[in-house]
Nanobody
Framework: QVQLVESGGGLVQPGGSLRLSCAAS???????????GSWYRQAPGKERELVAR???????NYAESVKDRFTISRDNAKNMVYLKMNNLKPEDTAVYYC?????WGQGTQVTVSS
């Protein structure tokens, strides 16, 4: 089973930026490159929601709430998926999870507050 480890979360002021990273192991880079990589988030008391995904062809899709602020990318040679988050808002506060091949990481907390 694929193992995923997220990092890069933290406390940031509104308008700030963060870059999340997701490292995948127990999967070859060839198989990793064939899979869609996704970022989800879950805020307290809310359901987990899709934030962004990037296909094997590097086609990216975003939730309406993060369009033009977040950018998903991948580095297949390193088995990595990234999420660059700009102009962060308090409503972006959540635990962010990486998903590849139906596996989940443990999540990384993002808190946007002044």
């Amino acid at each position: 089973q694929v193992q995923l480890v997220e990092s890069g979360g933290g406390l940031v002021q509104p308008g700030g930026s963060l870059r999340l990273s997701c490292a995948a192991s127990r999967i070859s880079y060839i198989n990793f490159s064939k899979n869609t990589g996704s970022w989800y988030r879950q805020a307290p008391g809310k359901e987990r929601e899709l934030v962004a995904r990037i296909t094997s062809s590097r086609i990216a899709n975003y939730a309406e709430s993060v369009k033009d602020r977040f950018t998903i990318s991948r580095d297949n040679a390193k088995n990595m998926v990234y999420l660059k988050m700009n102009n962060l808002k308090p409503e972006d506060t959540a635990v962010y999870y990486c998903n590849v091949e139906e596996s989940w990481g443990q999540g990384t907390q993002v808190t946007v507050s002044s």
